[in-house]
């Protein structure tokens, strides 16, 4: 089985930062691209970085600068690096997994973790 759990999530002030954790489980996590995605209340989810399993990535220019994506594949774990909060990155986090499986290539979603940001 598949499981995507984010961590990480919580209240910061602007200017602050958090780290988010996924470890995806039931994958073969060198094989994998992982990525980061948002939900902000009322928008629709967007993509705010990605990383491949070799290491390329890829931001949305609103958090390029802020925000670092990075994987370690000795604990098969993606993390989302982000400084320099503002109100705007208030959003529901999700962690995108796409992997193969004995079923083929296959996109699983974690359920996502809640980002406030408010003075």
């Known amino acids: 089985q598949v499981q995507v759990v984010e961590s990480g999530g919580g209240l910061v002030q602007p200017g602050g930062s958090l780290r988010l954790s996924c470890a995806p489980s039931?994958?073969?996590?060198?094989?994998?691209?992982m990525g980061w995605y948002r939900q902000a209340q009322g928008k629709q989810r967007e993509l705010v970085a990605d990383?491949?399993?070799?290491?390329?990535?890829n931001y949305a220019d609103s958090v390029k600068g802020r925000f670092t994506i990075s994987r370690n594949n000795a604990n098969d774990t993606v993390y989302l690096q982000m400084n320099n909060l503002k109100p705007e990155d208030t959003a529901v986090y999700y962690c995108?997994?796409?992997?193969?499986?004995?079923?083929?290539?296959?996109?699983?979603w974690g359920p996502g973790t809640q980002v406030t940001v408010s003075p």
């Open positions: 995108k997994v796409y992997t193969p499986t004995n079923l083929g290539w296959r996109t699983y």
């Open positions: 039931g994958i073969i996590f060198t094989l994998t691209d």
């Open positions: 990383i491949t399993s070799g290491d390329t990535t």
